[in-house]
C-alpha cells in the first residue's frame, strides 16, 4: 500500500501539469468556440506530462522528448503548415490587430503568465530554438559569463520597430509578409545560435545574450512558483551543481535574488550532479 501511494506521488507533478494544461485546452475551447484550443494545449500537455513522467522513471533523454514533441510540433506544424508566425514578431503583429489568436495566447500562456508558475520552463522543454542549441557540443559553458545581456534588448527592440514600421507604413499583404518574416527569422536565430554556441564555447550562449524573448521571460520567472530550492542541511558545498549548470545559476542560494535565478531553464542537470540530494 505505502509503496502504491508512493508510486504515485512521484508522477503528481506529472500529472498537476497535464492537468494545468487541459484546464486552459477546455477553457479557450468553450470560451473561443475553437477545437483547435483543446487539441493543440492538449498535445502541449501530454507532451510535457510524458516527458516529466520519463524524467521520473530516471530516462535520461526525458527533457529533450518533450524539446522534440513540442518544439518541432510549433515550428513545423503550427509555424510552416498552419502559417502562424510564433516568433517575437508573429506576437507583436497579432497584438497590433487586436487578434486574440495562436502566437498571443501562446506568448501569454507560455511566456508571460505562465513563467509565474512554471519559471522558463518553456526554455528547457518546447522552444524550438534551443531543441537544436541543446545538440550542440558545448552542454557546459566553457567560460565565465559575459555581460553582453544589454543585446537582449536590442533585438527586443529591433522586432518591435520591424512590426511597428510596417503597420504604420500601411503596407499590404502582411500574413505573407509575417510568414516569410517567420522562416528568415527562424533561419537568422538558427544561425546566429549556432555561431555564438562555437565561438563562446556554450550550447546556450543565445539564450544569454540574444534572445528578445527573455525580457518577458527573466522579470515574470522572478516570481516563479517552480524553482529549484537548496536544502542547507544537506549540501556540502562541493560546488557539483553549479560545474554542470548550463545557465550560470547559484542554485544552492535560495533567495529569489541568488545569481542568476532568472535564467533557471528547470533543466535539473543540477539535481541529478548532486551526490547528496540536496536539490
Ligand atoms: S532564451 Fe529564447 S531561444 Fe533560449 S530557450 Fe528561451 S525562448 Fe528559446
Ligand atoms: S542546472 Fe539547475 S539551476 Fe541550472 S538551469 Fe538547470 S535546473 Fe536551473
Ligand atoms: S552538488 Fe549538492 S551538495 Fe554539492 S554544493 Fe550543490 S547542492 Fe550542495
Redesign the pocket.
Known amino acids: 500500500m505505502k509503496e502504491g501511494a508512493r508510486k504515485i506521488k512521484k508522477f503528481i507533478i506529472p500529472i498537476l501539469m497535464w492537468l494545468i494544461f487541459e484546464g486552459v485546452a477546455v477553457t479557450l475551447w468553450l470560451t473561443k468556440d475553437n477545437a483547435f484550443y483543446l487539441f493543440n494545449f492538449s498535445y502541449i500537455g501530454t507532451s510535457l506530462a510524458v516527458a516529466l513522467a520519463l524524467y521520473q522513471l530516471h530516462y535520461r533523454h526525458a527533457r529533450r522528448v518533450a524539446q522534440f514533441l513540442v518544439g518541432t510540433y510549433i515550428l513545423v506544424y503550427l509555424g510552416l503548415i498552419c502559417n502562424e508566425n510564433m516568433q517575437i514578431e508573429g506576437f507583436w503583429y497579432y497584438l497590433f490587430t487586436g487578434v486574440f489568436e495562436a502566437a498571443t495566447i501562446h506568448y501569454a500562456v507560455a511566456k508571460i503568465l505562465g513563467p509565474l508558475v512554471f519559471g522558463r520552463g518553456w526554455c528547457g522543454y518546447a522552444c524550438w530554438t534551443a531543441m537544436i542549441l541543446d545538440l550542440l557540443p558545448y552542454k557546459i559553458p566553457r567560460y565565465p559569463r559575459k555581460k553582453w545581456g544589454w543585446i537582449r534588448y536590442l533585438t527586443f527592440a529591433l522586432s518591435l520597430v520591424f512590426v511597428g514600421a510596417l503597420f504604420l507604413a500601411h503596407v499590404g499583404n502582411m500574413e505573407k509578409i509575417m510568414f516569410w518574416a517567420f522562416i528568415i527569422g527562424n533561419v537568422a536565430y538558427y544561425a546566429a545560435g549556432i555561431a555564438l554556441a562555437f565561438a563562446l564555447k556554450d550550447n546556450r550562449a543565445f539564450c544569454k545574450y540574444l534572445c528578445p524573448i527573455t525580457v518577458f521571460l527573466k522579470p515574470m520567472s522572478y516570481f516563479s512558483l517552480l524553482r529549484i530550492q537548496?536544502d542547507q542541511s544537506?549540501?556540502?558545498?562541493?560546488?557539483?551543481?553549479?560545474r554542470v549548470c548550463p545557465m550560470n545559476v547559484d542554485m544552492?542560494d535560495n533567495s529569489r535574488r541568488r545569481k542568476n535565478g532568472t535564467e533557471c531553464i528547470l533543466c535539473f542537470e543540477?539535481a541529478k550532479?548532486?551526490?547528496?540530494d540536496?536539490?
Open positions: 537548496c544537506k549540501c556540502v558545498s562541493c560546488g557539483k551543481c553549479k544552492t543540477c550532479a548532486c551526490p547528496k540536496a536539490l
